[in-house]
């Protein structure tokens, strides 16, 4: 089974790189399950009901999230529209939404796929690892193949939860940082990790923002209205190949396209 996870999406410019390139990858690369990180699709923070439709109508399956998807709050009455967008499953109860999704693939394979988020340098909420230990242990026999995106903006936090699932789990991806790492793998115990996917949108920047915004406000502190930036549009994303009767990954594969759009 193949699988592509598509970076944090930055504003118009990485969701109009998906709309023009993302169904042809999927054919191309005969891809069975994709799911996309879709925080900051909205001007660089947030989510609209009518910006998860337009991802789900490029044939992405799952849309994860992480710390800004509240941020745009027309999005709140959409999680119980739309399933399929998670937000961190270790946010409390009674915040809107879910952080799980379990389906299958359009040849029928079932499959999960986990939202959590960090700790370390982010908001305090309730333990990742408990969260996931709960999740694997309600999840139906049969689901073999379980991804989960792991919000966070420490390293050693995202390689400490990859070591504590390894082989538990079929592949674990990073997102929050939008700089993509050069640490993919294959675990000893059969889990895919990369610390981070990196973002998909505009490189030419400063993680999304445009750079003429964010210097200044390193050097004088001043608040500032942040802008996408425009400029090196690429796809960061991972492939990843799992065995369907084990549920271990096969292999890991980071991919980038960098396309410029008008």
Not at 225 to 248: P, Q, S, Y
Request: glycine fraction near 8%; charge should be negative; include cysteine.
């Amino acid at each position: 089974m193949r699988i592509l996870f598509v970076g944090d999406i930055v504003g118009r410019p990485g969701r109009d790189v998906l709309k023009n390139h993302l169904i042809n990858i999927l054919e191309t690369r005969g891809i069975d399950l994709c799911i996309a990180n879709a925080e900051n699709a909205a001007s660089g923070n947030g989510l609209t009901p009518r910006l998860g439709d337009e991802l789900l109508g490029l044939n992405v399956d799952v849309l994860t999230s992480g710390n800004h998807i509240f941020d745009k709050k027309e999005v709140l009455p959409y999680f119980d529209q739309e399933p399929r967008l998670l937000r961190p499953a270790n946010y409390p109860p009674s915040a809107p939404g879910r952080g799980i999704w379990t389906g299958r693939t359009r040849n029928g394979v079932p499959y999960a796929v986990i939202n959590l988020q960090g700790r370390v340098f982010m908001p305090s909420i309730d333990c990742p690892f408990r969260t996931c230990e709960n999740l694997l242990a309600s999840l139906e026999r049969e689901i073999k193949v379980i991804f989960v995106d792991f919000h966070a903006e420490a390293t050693a936090e995202k390689q400490a939860m990859a070591w504590y699932f390894d082989g538990r789990i079929s592949v674990l991806v990073g997102t929050h940082t939008h700089v993509a790492t050069a640490d993919e793998r294959v675990l000893p115990g059969g889990t895919a990790y990369i610390t981070d996917v990196g973002m998909t949108g505009p490189h030419d920047s400063i993680i999304g923002v445009s750079k003429d915004i964010i210097l200044p406000k390193f050097l004088n502190q001043m608040p500032a209205k942040f802008e996408t930036a425009t400029g090196d549009v690429r796809i960061n994303a991972i492939e990843a190949e799992v065995n369907l009767e084990t549920g271990h990954a096969l292999s890991i594969e980071r991919f980038c396209m960098r396309v410029q759009e008008n």
